[in-house]
């Protein structure tokens, strides 16, 4: 993906003049369809522009190079391990032009939420710790913190209070339950706030969760 790319996507609109943007990026292998079924699930009562991109398909070394949609490249299963860093900056990337024209259709960074799922989701923590301009908060599903020790250094003030809503799966045998605890564990060391929520799942989305975020949603964008 080229860093000056738009990335395609799929959008959903409650109304004529939204009020806040919410940008919901799919895991691996998925597309921006996987989860456009929110919009309508979450019935938020204000008027909210849902953005579902399509990640590029690119070759994922994981899964025997198979060219497949990814935010990307996943060297091994051992998430502490080796990451690729240049295609997770690249996707950050991405999502900034996202944002970035957000703000030009008139909604301010305040109301702009970043949501993701598995890898979508450690793309929109890379994105929302570093951006520049204060966001409505993150949505971190089944998934973990990438690039941690670039994160100090690199983390956004604006950004120090941003309300993180992570939530992950106890039967999650594709990122380990322990993994996204010590992801919320170097976030809280690093002074984030993070809403922790549990569920009797495996790498999967539940209903109690779908409850659990538009609560978080309704909290932060009312």
């Not at 790319?5 to 919410?22: N, W, Y």
């Not at 919320?184 to 109690?208: D, F, K, T």
Request: with cysteine.
């Amino acid at each position: 993906m080229e860093k000056s790319a738009m990335l395609d996507a799929i959008e959903i609109c409650s109304g004529a003049s939204p009020e806040a943007s919410v940008i919901w990026l799919h895991g691996l292998g998925a597309d921006g369809g996987d989860f456009a079924p929110m919009a309508e699930e979450l019935a938020l009562p204000m008027v909210v522009r849902f953005i579902f991109p399509h990640a590029p398909g690119m070759p994922v070394t994981v899964n025997n190079g198979w060219v497949m949609p990814a935010w990307y490249d996943i060297y091994s299963l051992d998430i502490a391990g080796a990451q690729d860093e240049t295609g997770i900056r690249a996707s950050q990337a991405g999502i900034e032009a996202l944002i970035a024209r957000e703000k030009t259709r008139g909604v301010d960074s305040a109301h702009i939420v970043l949501a993701g799922f598995s890898q979508g989701g450690a793309v929109a923590l890379q994105t929302a710790l570093r951006h520049k301009d204060r966001l409505g908060g993150v949505v971190a599903l089944s998934t973990y913190l990438p690039l941690h020790d670039s994160l100090q250094a690199e983390s956004s003030e604006a950004n120090r209070t941003l309300p993180i809503f992570m939530a992950h799966g106890r039967d999650d045998t594709v990122i380990p339950l322990e993994a996204a605890r010590k992801s919320r564990r170097r976030l809280e060391a690093e002074g984030y706030p993070v809403e922790w929520h549990e569920y009797p799942m495996p790498h999967s989305v539940c209903g109690a969760e779908v409850d659990d975020i538009r609560e978080f949603l309704l909290r932060i964008l009312s």
